[in-house]
């Protein structure tokens, strides 16, 4: 049979190693071009000088208006479940918007002061809503605040 002198030619060894070689290839290219596209990003974000620190800041302004508006919507003068989370959420929001660097960034202190105002309005606010004495009465779903 012809056929199978041809697969005498056939060196499967060989074979391999030009497979292996060529895939060494292309994965170099591969890891090559995904460094150069790390370099890429790594560069846009330093240049943008701290955007993700703005955008930080404008989702926390959101979130701090969100609490606003249910406290807002919020009824009742007795210590509830609703006021301590509300409460809660204020005191997290003031302490993310603390621990932030800010270093250099006086656009970004003016935003984190404005928040931290309006985060203040707002227990304030919460504060008024329920009893003056901030004490609980017996009527309070929380005894301990
Ligand atoms: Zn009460």
């Known amino acids: ?16 190693k030009i497979i292996r070689k060529n ?11 995904r460094q150069e596209d790390d370099n890429k ?11 993700s620190t703005m955008q930080y800041v404008e989702e926390m302004k959101e979130k701090a208006k969100a609490l606003e508006r249910e406290v807002e919507n919020f009824t009742g003068e007795h210590f509830t479940p609703v006021y301590r989370s509300l409460f809660h959420q204020a005191e997290q929001y003031q302490l993310k918007l603390d621990e932030m660097d800010i270093t250099g960034r006086e656009d970004i202190r003016r935003q984190r002061k404005g928040i931290l105002d309006m985060l203040n ?5 919460l504060n008024k809503k329920t009893h003056a ?11 301990k605040i």
């Open 1 to 16: 049979m012809e056929s199978v002198g041809q697969y005498t030619i056939y060196d499967p060894e060989q074979r391999m």
């Open 41 to 51: 990003i790594s560069q846009h974000n330093s240049v943008g000088g701290g955007d």
């Open 121 to 125: 309005e707002v227990t304030e606010k």
């Open 133 to 143: 004495d901030g004490k609980p009465c017996p009527d309070c779903e929380l005894q």
């Open 23 to 33: 895939l060494e290839k292309e994965l170099n290219q591969v890891s090559k071009q």
